[in-house]
């Protein structure tokens, strides 16, 4: 996660061309590229003389170890507007909790996230983005929303209906829908901003049931949140199965 040097934290909402790093990983190593800036390199385990930060996370506390000061150079170099660093989160550290994240949200599964928005699985189906993409002038790819599964296959939105999956040997449960935000609107080739687009037409046929509106305000709502309940591995191409009780 990008910080303050205050240990706050910093997206592509404040910081757009965030979206232009790149990160391949290889032999327990990161290389980090971004248009104009040399690739750095970075270990997964970090020294244990490393700082631990304090960081701040959508106002709620968890901490961070400090990736280094060639990485912070480097993302500070890049942003050229203040100095920032880098932190990893670490297995022994206390991740967030569905009680915290949703203290109004009762029914919930009990889960712990580090510093993804509010689960570690973000999916979206192919058909979705397709119906989506009949409604815009301008039309818009996947990597708008960022998901880190994407489904093809079924009809658009089905992935709403969805409450307890099973792909590869991972079993995963719905949390809720993604309620989307200005992110949305950040060219991911360009990292320019836009504001507008694809958020206004999704608010124009989108926006959530009244009866949870008390959940998603007036965020519209485009692809589903799960925890995962059993750990295991999946793969690209992997079936997805609904789980039935």
């Known amino acids: 996660m990008v910080v303050k040097e205050d240990g706050h934290m910093v997206t592509a909402r404040q910081e757009p061309r965030l979206v232009l790093v790149s990160i391949t990983l290889e032999n327990n190593y990161l290389t980090l590229e971004a ?7 970075l270990p997964i385990k970090l020294p244990s003389s490393n700082k631990i930060y304090d960081c701040r996370l959508f106002g709620l506390d968890i901490k961070g170890r ?41 029914y ?16 979206i189906s192919e058909a979705s983005l397709e119906d989506l993409n009949t409604r815009l002038k301008k039309k818009v ?26 792909i590869g040997d991972v079993e995963m ?4 829908s993604c309620p989307r935000c200005v992110l949305t609107t950040v060219d991911p080739d360009t990292g320019i901003i836009d504001r507008k687009e694809p958020l206004e037409t999704l608010k124009s046929y ?27 591995s999946l793969r690209v191409g992997d079936p997805v199965y609904r789980m039935l009780d």
């Open 141 to 166: 790819k996947m990597e708008y929303f960022r998901p880190n599964i994407m489904v093809s296959g079924c009809e658009a939105f089905e992935e709403d209906t969805w409450d307890e999956l099973l």
């Open 66 to 106: 400090d990736c280094g000061d060639e990485i912070a150079q480097w993302f500070t170099n890049y942003l050229k507007t203040q100095p920032y660093r880098l932190v990893q989160f670490e297995t022994s550290m206390k991740g967030r909790t569905t009680k915290k994240l949703y203290p109004s949200e009762s």
């Open 35 to 41: 248009p104009e800036m040399d690739p750095v390199v």
């Open 173 to 176: 449960k719905k949390v809720l």
């Open 206 to 232: 989108r926006l959530c049931d009244p009866s949870v509106k008390n959940l998603y305000q007036s965020s519209p709502l485009f692809g589903m949140y799960f925890s995962v309940e059993k750990i295991g």
């Open 108 to 123: 919930l599964q009990n889960y712990e996230v580090a510093y993804p928005d509010c689960s570690p699985i973000h999916m």
